[in-house]
């Protein structure tokens, strides 16, 4: 078997080998079931689609109680949200450090229910204590559940050659609002005030629950959307190909038509990062039939998010294809997504100051 990254998610290469072969018993209820570029599974269950994804809880005190908070309950319904239908329900396991107080679990928990409840999210079912050897940022897991029609999912099965890719808001937008939330005085020393502001603003940025629900709005499959994903570790070069490998299509996707947020760029020169392989929460990959690209574009943009049509996917045939600056490259998978080191690097320099 391949060797784990040193950090971050498997790879495809491990995921095919260890996972994908063992995935207990047979089920025909089972619409789409777990695949490298696929965010969530589906089922049915009483003549309805229902989704569920599962993720860490990840909380970091160094945002803030309530920022972590948001954060927190958004990298959940973002993934959830990727399949088109609306979350739901939420069930979540709190394994908590002995250090948390009531004060700062009372904060945590009342932005959580506020979220959800703006969300329409129900919380159904958890678990939360204080245990020894239990370490931020990754402190329990949840899953979302969504319920819709058996016609209103997507997935990467839907994406024909041909369907348009939008990508929202650009690159390195998770990097950037972590690394903005986390050393301001460090960017706005380095890059000035204004950046260090544009930074610190791109947090509430990741999240993509409200381009998803704009995008499906226009329809989906062959009247719209044909699948969604949520550009986590690896950032855009990775979910692209993640859902094109899923899809089994290929892909042309040109670099300069890509949106780009205010103090991407400056913050990921800072701190020596490829803004387009890191991580980016909140930056969503669309693939659509190509007669709703436009009115997707447009209904995302009416809610003040940044989005444009970058490519589009092709016969598997034809490889995946990147172009900068007109010249065409191929597209890989970058495997290790260069933030956590950097992150990691830009702690202990800031605790050595």
Not at 31 to 52: K, N, Y
Not at 205 to 217: F, L, N, P, Q, Y
Request: charged share 20%; hydrophobic share 40%; with cysteine.
């Amino acid at each position: 078997m391949e060797a784990l990254p040193a950090i971050g998610k498997i790879s495809p290469a491990v995921f095919n080998e260890l996972i994908f072969p063992r995935l207990g018993a047979k089920d025909p209820s089972v619409l789409v079931g777990p695949q490298h570029g696929t965010d969530v599974g589906i089922v049915e269950i009483a003549g309805q689609a229902v989704s569920f994804t599962t993720d860490p809880v990840f909380i970091v005190p160094e945002y803030g109680w309530e920022r972590a908070a948001w954060f927190a309950i958004h990298i959940l319904a973002s993934d959830s949200v990727t399949c088109g239908l609306p979350p739901k329900y939420l069930s979540i396991d709190l394994n908590l450090p002995m250090e948390i107080t009531e004060e700062q679990l009372t904060t945590m928990w009342e932005t959580m229910h506020r979220e959800c409840e703006k969300m329409g999210v129900a919380i159904i079912t958890g678990h939360t204590g204080r245990y020894e050897n239990c370490h931020y940022p990754m402190v329990g897991g949840a899953t979302v559940v969504g319920v819709g029609a058996l016609d209103s999912y997507v997935s990467p099965k839907f994406i024909k050659p041909g369907d348009k890719i939008i990508i929202t808001k650009g690159p390195a937008i998770e990097a950037t609002g972590i690394l903005g939330a986390t050393f301001p005085i460090h960017i706005e020393q380095s890059l000035g005030r204004d950046t260090a502001r544009k930074a610190n603003d791109v947090f509430y940025k990741m999240s993509v629950v409200a381009e998803a629900k704009a995008a499906v709005s226009a329809g989906v499959r062959d009247n719209g959307v044909s699948a969604m994903h949520d550009a986590t570790e690896c950032g855009i070069w990775g979910g692209l190909y993640e859902l094109a490998e899923a899809a089994g299509v290929g892909v042309r996707v040109e670099q300069d038509k890509i949106v780009m947020e205010p103090g991407v760029a400056e913050v990921c020169r800072l701190y020596g990062l490829d803004p387009y392989i890191s991580i980016s929460e909140g930056t969503l990959i669309i693939a659509c039939r190509p007669h709703k690209a436009d009115e997707v574009v447009h209904l995302i943009q009416a809610q003040g998010i940044k989005a444009s049509v970058a490519g589009q996917f092709t016969e598997k045939e034809q490889g995946m294809v990147l172009i900068k600056g007109g010249n065409p490259r191929p597209l890989v998978h970058p495997i290790v997504d260069p933030f956590w080191n950097a992150f990691y690097k830009a702690l202990e320099y800031a605790d050595s100051r």
